[in-house]
């Protein structure tokens, strides 16, 4: 016979309800009630309400918290060896008084369901009351009667069930904890087989990020009346005194994220209300301290507490107005940071103007007239006139280097114009080169070019005056003059008026 029923022979007694003994020869049929016929005295089933067979064996369930224990051995039929043995045989079906109700052997084979143990404990559950179809007529409905061998002969087997099965619910209940989970503050209590707080977790289906918290940690050994923390972080995009920054926090206020910052709240200036909540997808939240500031203004220091958001609004506070072009030693629109010294600039301006020279320029042009090495100036230079407007500010009564505002010309200056000769200079003059004219330079002019007598009439190596020079063919003065040309035009002088015009040296040009 199979396993299934040897299992159902033992509980039944080898027969069906109100069934005769079994004849020589005879096919055993499958037993119609399964594992729902009611047995003895526990037809009713007590407090037991489920029947499961295991290798020969029925489990009962006590309860749905303990729907886990594992199937006891299977031990060997006790009363299978008194039944008489038929041969082996092609069974068949035999009539019976009450409907039949399919077996649940097939469900040996079915893998457990996925989700880990809560899932399979919920799964058990299901199927145990989709299952529980309870015969509930008395021992003599059933066929038999409740004192007799027959009934003896089944309550042997259900007692040693019954007995395994007690020792299984001991270890089930040794197990099983009550444990005081509070999620995001939200509590609950609840029962779990987890040894410890990372199998709870698991079980429950709680997912924990980096940020967020876990008392006791994930690896702590789980006991019954322990209670476990879960706080989820958020994220804060935080601007402090100025400086921006993303943090995490696990507080669900704004008060209790700023008390895990470590940030002084008295006196501060806050952009959302300390009571407000922080969801899980975070805040912005901005936070001004207060600090203390030091203005010196008009030779007295304001020491003021504040959690303005500029220098500006900070000398506000203290009672200090700029007037005019007043400013501060910092940018008025800065941050104020603590313990900083400011101070208050008091600037008055005023205009200046002044008028300066522009200088001329000198233009030379090339004048074919002229020997080489003569320049004559044909347009003297004149300066031109600028005005330039200053602004002249003081700074606490100290004056400031002027500020240049504008400029412009009142009167253009005027180019000095000189023609520069080209014309090639004569190499002598007939009747006068074999003179000594070095000797009459030296004793008029000491040798130089650009001599001038104490009068200033007359000037160069030759001491010329201007008229004669110029109606020798010279432009200009003399002593402008190169060496070269001046002694040109003096051998030309030499020529139409011999040495009379040097009284004293004319003797030197023959020595």
């Known amino acids: 016979m199979t396993q299934s029923q040897g299992s159902h022979r033992v509980a039944h007694g080898g027969y069906g309800p109100a069934a005769e003994p ?40 006590l309860h749905p918290a303990y729907d886990t224990a594992p199937a006891p051995q299977e031990a060997p039929d006790a009363y299978e060896a008194w039944q008489p043995q038929a041969p082996a045989a092609p069974q068949a079906r035999v009539p019976h008084q009450t409907p039949l109700v399919p077996l649940r052997d097939d469900l040996a084979d079915i893998p457990p369901p996925a989700g880990g143990r809560a899932a399979a404990r919920r799964a058990a559950r299901g199927t145990a009351h989709r299952r529980g179809v309870v015969d509930r007529r008395g021992p003599a409905a059933r066929g038999g009667t409740a004192d007799g061998p027959e009934a003896r002969r089944r309550l042997l087997p259900q007692a040693l069930v019954v007995a395994f099965l007690a020792g299984g619910t001991a270890a089930f209940i040794a197990h099983d904890k009550a444990v005081r989970i509070d999620v995001d503050g939200e509590p609950r209590t609840l029962h779990t087989f987890a040894g410890d707080v990372g199998g709870l977790l698991a079980d429950e289906d709680v997912e924990i990020g980096e940020h967020d918290l876990v008392q006791p940690a994930a690896d702590a050994e789980l006991a019954s009346g322990d209670e476990i923390v879960i706080r989820y972080g ?49 805040i912005d939240l901005d936070v001004r301290t207060e600090r203390s500031v030091v203005f010196v203004a008009d030779g007295r220091e304001h020491t003021v507490r504040t959690n303005a958001a ?198 030197r040009l023959h020595g």
Request: aromatic share 8%.
């Open 310 to 507: 500029t220098v500006r609004e900070a000398l506000d506070q203290a009672g200090i107005a700029l007037h005019g072009e007043d400013t501060t030693s910092v940018a008025p629109e800065s941050f104020p940071r603590d313990g900083q010294t400011v101070s208050v600039l008091r600037i008055t301006g005023a205009e200046k103007v002044r008028e300066v020279t522009v200088p001329f320029d000198t233009v030379k042009k090339a004048d074919p007239t002229v020997f080489k090495g003569t320049e004559t100036v044909v347009q003297q230079g004149h300066p031109g006139v600028q005005r330039l407007t200053y602004e002249v500010r003081t700074v606490n009564g100290v004056q400031q280097k002027p500020k240049l505002l504008g400029s412009e010309i009142v009167r253009e200056p005027q180019d000095r114009v000189v023609h520069v000769g080209t014309k090639p200079m004569p190499t002598g003059v007939d009747g006068a080169d074999h003179l000594n004219w070095d000797a009459l330079a030296q004793c008029e002019a000491g040798g130089r070019a650009d001599a001038v007598d104490a009068s200033g009439t007359y000037g160069g190596l030759y001491q010329f005056d201007t008229g004669t020079w110029q109606g020798l063919g010279g432009s200009g003065r003399p002593q402008d003059a190169p060496a070269r040309e001046q002694t040109y035009r003096a051998k030309k002088l030499y020529i139409s008026r011999g040495a009379s015009p040097w009284p004293v040296c004319g003797r």
């Open 22 to 61: 079994p004849r020589a020869g005879a096919v055993e049929a499958p037993d119609p009630y399964g594992r729902y016929a009611s047995y003895g005295a526990y037809g009713e089933y007590g407090p037991y309400d489920i029947y499961e067979t295991y290798n020969g064996y029925e489990r009962h369930d």
């Open 234 to 282: 958020r994220p804060v995009r935080l601007t402090l005194d100025g400086e921006h920054r993303q943090v995490w926090t696990t507080a669900d206020t704004v008060a209790g994220a700023l008390r895990q910052f470590g940030v002084r709240a008295e006196g501060a200036h806050l952009s959302a209300a300390r009571s407000q909540r922080i969801g899980r997808n975070g």
